[in-house]
């Protein structure tokens, strides 16, 4: 690869504005848009995921958005391959690639490059699942680091998500997570990338959360899941864990009223929020974090950080 290329990576916690952000400084830098958000991936749900609309693509090129079935699989290592493939396509036609999204992972597979691990099957996954809640994430840590001591210096106490990954990799790899991340790469010299991270105040964020919570249900949110349920999903696919899926279902079924589920969608997406600002100050401390209430002050920073 031609190290003299640049990428512009985008960030942010949901609802901050990277979308409008995107397609400006795209006008600005010659540049075409790769979706970094693990959920705008699907075909199905525009409405939930707040997909860029048919306008947004008329005004830049998007790419990596709604390709993908609900009823399908999707991993961060099949990301990762198609945005290296958009990327030097840009690069080739003389584009700057803006990836945009909230993504963390997608952005440090991006970055730091992605463990090859040997795939493990759905079925074998599931089991090291049902012990988990079998037991209980405390006794599960134990006999994690009865398997792979390893762990202990990698993965915290409470971090349930690592804490079956790292199990589930040593039991049917018989190596350990951390020694297949130890021979990992980036595709790329950490100086191609213009990382900048939005860095909205939390209380300006909350509102903003609350005016999408509201544009989703007017723009028809409801529909958009009682046709997700229509189509039978099985429960184990991430496409169930878009925000809005579960509280609107149990609204169709009299479970909670409309209002309920409204309060309870926000108050999931300021969680989910949260999160992202989590792992941003653990996975993306050489990140320039900026923001402005004025959108071309924030526009001119971000290109200036660009260039």
């Known amino acids: 690869m031609k190290q ?85 396509e840009q690069w080739k036609n003389k584009k700057t690639p803006i990836v945009v999204g909230g993504t963390g992972l997608y952005f440090k597979a991006l970055t730091d490059g992605l463990a090859k691990i040997p795939e493990i099957s ?88 609350k005016r999408r919570v509201e544009q989703m249900f007017d723009n028809g949110a409801v529909d958009e899941v009682k046709k997700f349920c229509k189509m039978k999903v099985k429960k184990e696919l991430s496409s169930n864990k878009i925000i809005g899926i579960k509280e609107i279902n149990d609204y169709l079924h009299g479970k909670i009223t409309l209002i309920q589920a409204k309060e309870l969608v926000t108050r999931k997406t300021r969680q989910y929020a949260k999160r992202q600002f989590t792992w941003a100050r653990g996975h993306m401390k050489n990140w320039s974090k900026i923001y402005s209430k004025n959108p071309s002050h924030l526009l001119r920073e971000i290109v200036k950080q660009a260039s």
Do not use: C
């Open 122 to 209: 759905n079925e074998k996954r599931a089991k090291i699942r049902k012990l988990h809640n079998q037991i209980g994430q405390e006794k599960f840590f134990i006999k994690l680091i009865e398997l792979d001591p390893l762990s202990k210096n990698f993965v915290l106490p409470t971090d349930t998500q690592r804490s079956i990954r790292a199990y589930e990799v040593k039991k049917f790899t018989n190596k350990s997570l951390f020694e297949f991340k130890k021979e990992t790469k980036s595709n790329f010299k950490d100086t191609v990338f213009n990382k900048v991270f939005i860095n909205v105040p939390r209380d300006l964020l909350h509102e903003k959360i």
């Open 4 to 88: 003299e290329k640049r990428v512009i990576l985008l960030s942010g916690p949901t609802a901050s504005g990277k979308s409008k952000l995107a397609i400006e400084l795209a006008q600005h830098i010659n540049g075409e848009i790769i979706n970094a958000d693990s959920m705008q991936i699907y075909k199905e749900i525009s409405v939930l995921t707040s997909k860029p609309t048919e306008r947004d693509r008329k005004i830049i090129k998007h790419h990596l958005y709604g390709f993908n079935s609900v009823k399908k699989n999707f991993s961060t290592g099949h990301w990762l391959q198609m945005a290296l493939k958009k990327i030097e």
